[in-house]
């Protein structure tokens, strides 16, 4: 068990500071990293110029944005698992065989983050999700497809506190409702989101793992009147079936 004694406060800030920058906020001031984190512009200012000391910050008279030295920190975790050798040439293989473009995503908290993309020539992933994107879990078919392989205290966690917002007409926003989906996929083995996270857009996602330890999930998203058709999600289905066996022995720490 790590004690409170045993954590770096200043470390941590450091590291949220570097987390308050994302797609809708790449260059930020002083004053936003404040609002953003919650800390004394004056401990922000000392944090920020540390990082631009660093190189994983540059700054621009009073505004700042993130330096490619951040991608290091991820670089660590790709190479250390085997992603370019391993991961992705099989992530690639299978979106080939599929014809779709089919990613993969891990849990981090309460979102889950793209790790690696299959992409297909002239079909690109949904609205330009990136390896670092993060999406919420309960209104995504890749999010549900974590939980419904999640422990249960995750599970539940997920369930009572993750963001349950409105994104589009058709988002499920009531808990009890959305943990009898995510039941559903544990028990069928796969997530269906029909327009509730983009606007015509439907995803269908499988667990990477077995149930009680998931490693990971991958999916495929796309216009939701081909996933009117039950042929195409039985197809796509079996696919990604296919593409979580292959992968689950290459993510098996």
Avoid: W
């Avoid at 954590?7 to 906020?25: C, Q, W």
């Avoid at 990082?51 to 490619?68: E, I, K, M, N």
């Avoid at 920190?73 to 250390?80: D, P, S």
């Avoid at 998203?221 to 696919?239: D, L």
């Amino acid at each position: 068990m790590i004690g409170d004694k045993d954590i770096s406060l200043t470390f941590a800030k450091g590291m949220a500071v570097l987390k308050a920058f994302d797609a809708a906020r790449t260059h930020l001031s002083i004053a936003d990293i404040a609002g953003v984190t919650g800390y004394d512009r004056a401990i922000v200012r000392r944090l920020v110029l540390t990082l631009v000391h660093l190189g994983y910050v540059r700054q621009s008279g009073r505004v700042f944005s993130l330096t490619p030295r951040v991608l290091v920190l991820a670089g660590g975790f790709l190479q250390g698992r085997g992603y370019g050798k391993n991961v992705q040439p099989t992530l690639s293989a299978h979106s080939r065989h599929l014809g779709e473009a089919i990613s993969l995503a891990m849990l981090d908290g309460l979102e889950a983050v793209y790790v690696a993309h299959g992409d297909v020539e002239d079909r690109p992933v949904s609205i330009g999700f990136t390896i670092g994107s993060r999406i919420p879990l309960l209104p995504t078919a890749i999010g549900r497809a974590l939980l419904a392989f999640a422990s249960g205290d995750l599970r539940a966690s997920a369930l009572s506190e993750a963001p349950a917002e409105q994104v589009t007409a058709d988002t499920l926003t009531d808990r009890t409702a959305i943990g009898e989906a995510v039941a559903a996929a544990g028990r069928e083995g796969y997530a269906l989101v029909d327009n509730e996270f983009e606007p015509g857009v439907a995803a269908l996602a499988i667990p990477v793992g077995r149930p009680g330890n998931v490693l990971a999930a991958v999916g495929i998203s796309g216009p939701r009147e081909a996933f009117s058709a039950p042929a195409h999600v039985e197809r796509a289905r079996r696919a990604l079936a296919d593409c979580a066996n292959a992968l689950e022995p290459l993510l098996a720490d």
